[in-house]
């Protein structure tokens, strides 16, 4: 019998898709495993990455006037959502286990 080793190969992680379709500027926080900072400007997307699969909560935030839909694709809970002085959102936590796509829509 041969016993092989193997190296241990990179270790597993994903990302996160974004985007924002409104107006003004949003911010998504990410705290967990990776914690970070993402700024959206006025109609764009793109990526981030790569984070480390677990548990976080991930805040979407607009200091905007007016209403809007906030989207958390990759399972998650219920938002709470959020209004005071600092603008307002979406707060969710989610085991992410899979690339994360968060974005706001009027």
């Given amino acids: 019998m041969t016993i092989e080793k193997h190296a241990a190969g990179r270790p597993f992680t994903i990302g996160v898709n974004y985007y924002n379709t409104t107006s003004y500027t949003c911010t998504i926080e990410l705290s967990g ?16 990455g790569p984070i480390t ?7 979407i935030y607009t200091t905007g006037p007016g209403t809007y839909n906030y989207h958390l694709d990759g399972g998650g ?8 002085a600092n603008g307002h959102g979406a707060v969710y936590t989610i085991n992410a286990q899979n690339n994360l796509t968060v974005g706001i829509t009027n």
């Fill in 77 to 84: 809970s219920t938002p709470t959502f959020i209004n005071n």
């Fill in 53 to 59: 699969p677990g548990q976080y909560t991930v805040g």
């Fill in 33 to 48: 495993p990776t914690t970070h900072t993402i700024t959206v400007a006025p109609g764009t997307s793109g990526s981030y």
